[in-house]
């Protein structure tokens, strides 16, 4: 089945850096969620991009569905960005589609 | 507008017992979806409910089974629980469209199995 890995697996900042945040897949996907799950384990969405690039506020995505990864960047990142960060894809399956998670990126923003 | 609600918050059961998770989806969805996030992973697809059927399953046993009702909501139910079945069980909505469709996820039940 499709494979999802993001890299980097953990990440620490210091609020203000920038940073850039990879999902590779390896197959083709019809659909690419991103999401933030926060510490009390609720997956906020932040972008619906299976294709093209996006941008809301301090984020923003890019995914490039031909070479089979997104991006998503934070700009001058703050504390309350600190979480689990995942990309979810929808591949086709028999009789319709499956969501595949990658593993996540841990990010950790310090004052 | 509601979004995606899930009940009970935290669960503790016993190995052996039966669980029943419930998740209303949010207004104007008809899909719901079932993940189970053990703790430091992904979470993991279980399987997917529209029209009242079970339309995708993930690789989980039999022991795995759900339901949808005429108002969208669904129940996830787990027979003969094991201690590895405790984890985060997640509910996320959309709506049917043609295989493109954003997913809302509800804040989660926790399960812990002693």
């Known amino acids: 089945g499709i494979q999802v890995e993001q890299s980097p697996p953990d990440l620490i900042l210091q609020e203000g850096a920038n940073s850039t945040l990879r999902c590779n897949f390896s197959?083709?996907?019809?659909?690419l969620q991103w999401f933030h799950q926060n510490p009390w384990g609720q997956l906020i969405n932040l972008f619906y991009?299976?294709?093209g690039t996006k941008q809301n506020g301090r984020l923003s995505a890019t995914t490039v569905a031909t070479e089979r990864y997104s991006l998503l960047y934070i700009s001058s990142s703050q504390t309350t960005d600190s979480g689990v960060y995942f990309c979810?894809?929808?591949?086709?399956?028999?009789?319709?589609?499956?969501?595949?998670f990658g593993a996540g990126t841990r990010l950790f923003v310090k004052a | 507008d509601a979004g995606v609600t899930q009940s009970p918050t935290h669960l503790i059961k016993t190995r052996g017992q039966q669980v029943t998770l419930r998740c209303s989806p949010k207004?104007?969805?008809?899909?719901v979806s079932w993940y189970q996030q053990a703790l430091g992973q992904g979470p993991q697809f279980i399987f997917q409910?529209?029209?009242?059927?079970e339309r995708q399953r993930g690789n989980f046993p039999d022991r795995f089974s759900g339901h949808q009702f005429p108002n969208y909501s669904s129940e996830l139910n787990v027979n003969a629980l094991l201690l590895g079945d405790s984890a985060l069980y997640l509910c996320?909505?959309?709506?049917w469209g043609e295989g493109f469709y954003e997913q809302y996820f509800g804040p989660g039940t926790r399960l812990t199995v002693t």
């Open positions: 991009i299976p294709s």
């Open positions: 979810a894809v929808e591949a086709p399956s028999t009789g319709g589609f499956k969501t595949i």
């Open positions: 996320a909505s959309s709506h």
């Open positions: 207004s104007g969805h008809d899909t």
């Open positions: 409910y529209y029209e009242e059927e």
């Open positions: 197959d083709s996907v019809n659909n």
